[in-house]
């Protein structure tokens, strides 16, 4: 009995370990997307631009007036650390003779948040109705204002990440002014 005993420790032992270093090679190694999934990204991409095609080239004149987040009326994004994050604004419903002006329609009932994978993002934005882009096919941008010192440099590379696949889109990329730069 005195033999089983250490036996069967050392059976644990071994389990255990072998487990754990299974667990670490499987996160340390992403699986490799396979020749059909990357040609089926191609042509769910090439779907996307199309779609975003259909919206006039951007403004300059109109977008680069604008200083305020609350004034700008095209797709805002604010990228993090894991995600990025996509206010839009839905244009105003048609003016009615019995009650013109915004009354029925309120700013903040039109504003949304989606907060999105970066892989999403295309889709997304293709999935937006037109009169979403008044300023033509131009994307507010900002690294999250809130993310941690230490959570910066990765902030920043998704920033990077994200503007290439705007550019991938055709979408013109307007980066938004750090706070306080602005005055």
Known sequence: MNRSLPLAITTALALMLGGCSRGNQSQSAPPQPTPQEKKAAMKEQDTDRQQLDQIPP???SRYMAIHTRESWGNPFL???KKTVTL???YPEGPQSQIAPGSMMHPA???KRELVLRLSELPEALAALPEDSWPYGRVIALEEDPIASRPDRIQVR???ENTIQVLN???VV???WPAPGSLR
């Open 58 to 60: 951007p403004a300059k």
């Open 78 to 80: 604010i990228v993090g």
């Open 87 to 89: 206010r839009m604004m």
């Open 108 to 110: 903040d009932a039109r």
């Open 157 to 159: 590379r998704n920033v």
């Open 168 to 170: 991938d889109l055709g």
């Open 173 to 175: 990329v307007y980066e």
